[in-house]
Nanobody
Framework: QVELAESGGGLVQAGGSLRLSCVFY????????LGWFRQASGKERELVAQ???????YEADSVKGRFTLSRDNAGNLVYLQMNSLKPEDTGIYYC????????????WGQGTQVTVSS
């Protein structure tokens, strides 16, 4: 069973930065794609960024150039560096994982709140 634990959320002013971390437990980290999703109040959860075991990344257009995703395969960690934050980045951020052989993210963390004030 895979378990994920996020940390690093908080309150920041617009233009500021935060780094989210996610620790992966329970299976072979290098066999999983890791992703960050976010859910704003009243909106559906959306994919922000994802990274493959080989470190290929995808970022949503809304965060491209501002957010950077990286992973530490030795430490079973994935990071989301968020710069130039905007109020519309506010939401609960979830770390998620899917095995390379599957199409859907199957494992989810509890989420961490990010609030960007204007």
């Amino acid at each position: 069973q895979v378990e994920l634990a996020e940390s690093g959320g908080g309150l920041v002013q617009a233009g500021g930065s935060l780094r989210l971390s996610c620790v992966f437990y329970g299976r072979t980290f290098s066999s999983y794609v890791l992703g960050w999703f976010r859910q704003a109040s009243g909106k559906e959860r959306e994919l922000v960024a994802q990274i493959t075991p080989g470190a290929s990344t995808y970022e949503a257009d809304s965060v491209k150039g501002r957010f950077t995703l990286s992973r530490d395969n030795a430490g079973n960690l994935v990071y989301l560096q968020m710069n130039s934050l905007k109020p519309e980045d506010t939401g609960i951020y979830y770390c998620a994982a899917k095995h390379l052989s599957t199409s859907d993210f199957s494992y989810w963390g509890q989420g961490t709140q990010v609030t960007v004030s204007s």
